[in-house]
């Protein structure tokens, strides 16, 4: 099965290795794409809907905490 990748853009973009390490810390494999963008995975995927509720739900937690961050989903 294929797992669901999800791209992510954030602003401002010293905050990308934050991100990066919480969503890594959550049981998602996240990786760096240029200087504001990240590729996540998760790694006990289950289904693409699920997988993309999770991802949801860990970046809105992250977000919580860096009131100031931005995160877009550039591409699923």
Known sequence: MATAAVRLRVDPPDLRDGLLEFLRASSCLAVKHGA??????????????H??????????????????????????
């Open 36 to 49: 504001n963008e990240v590729e996540v995975h998760l790694l006990n995927s289950v289904s693409k809907r």
């Open 51 to 76: 997988d993309h509720a999770v991802i949801t739900e860990c970046v809105e937690a992250w977000k919580a905490r860096h009131g100031h961050a931005s995160v877009e989903t550039v591409s699923t």
